[in-house]
């Protein structure tokens, strides 16, 4: 069945630092999204990808879509202490067929002031 | 426009009791996915609902089961508790299209005793 690995599991990082998290699936994919989860509280969408190298950016984060959309990465520039969190890739849609969202293991975050 | 609300936000309950979740989508959502999530699981998908029929199920046993309504108001229902079923459920709605994002709500910590 399908795989999705999520490298680091954590990461501690110095604010200011940069950081960034991977999302690698086995199968091929329509496109992915990205959640945050901050200590304590849900799940908050931040983007989706679609297209095939897309690259789209929010302030301090860029998120890139592979080539072959069976990876993804999201970086955060110069992070901050409001960065703290689980940052999870959610894969979706597998080529054509509708399919249930399923939840990388996630990567912890820590950004020590 | 209101988030999405569950309920209740916390639970205590002992083994072999059966409990019920609520969930209220967003107003023109109608679909309400349903997720477990432990410390060791991470986020797992229990189902999937849209206009009252279950559309998608993940791999958990028969105990686990839920129901829409017709105002895309969801339950889910865990009979014969376990230890191991303490977690935090959450609640996910959705608009109808396949790649919507997943607006979650804050979820309901159940402990099992």
């Known amino acids: 069945g399908q795989q999705v690995m999520q490298i680091p599991q954590y990461q501690h990082v110095q604010e200011g630092e940069d950081f960034t998290t991977y999302c690698n699936s086995s199968?091929?994919?329509?496109?992915i999204q990205w959640y945050k989860q901050r200590p304590g509280g849900h799940p908050v969408f931040l983007i989706q990808l679609v297209k095939s190298g897309e690259v789209k950016k929010q302030k301090r984060l860029t998120f890139q879509f592979g080539e072959a959309k069976k990876n993804s990465s999201l970086h955060i520039t110069a992070t901050q202490t409001t960065d703290v969190g689980t940052y999870f890739c959610?894969?979706?849609?597998?080529?054509?067929?509708?399919?249930?969202?399923?939840f990388g293991p996630g990567t912890s975050l820590s950004v020590i002031p | 426009k209101a988030g999405v609300t569950q309920t209740p936000r916390y639970l205590i309950k002992t083994r072999g009791q059966q409990v019920t979740l609520s969930c209220s989508p967003i107003s023109g959502h109608r679909s309400v996915s349903w997720y477990q999530q432990t410390p060791g699981q991470g986020l797992q998908f229990l189902f999937e609902?849209?206009?009252?029929?279950?559309?998608n199920k993940g791999n958990f046993p028969g105990r686990f089961s839920g129901r829409q309504f017709s105002n895309s108001r969801s339950e889910m229902n865990v009979s014969t508790l376990e230890l191991g079923d303490s977690a935090l459920y959450l609640c996910?709605?959705?608009?109808?299209?396949?790649?919507?994002?997943?607006?979650f709500g804050n979820g309901t910590r159940l402990t099992v005793t």
């Open positions: 996910a709605s959705s608009l109808a299209q396949v790649d919507s994002p997943l607006h």
């Open positions: 959610a894969p979706y849609g597998f080529q054509t067929s509708y399919d249930k969202v399923i």
């Open positions: 199968t091929t994919l329509s496109n």
């Open positions: 609902y849209f206009s009252e029929t279950q559309r």
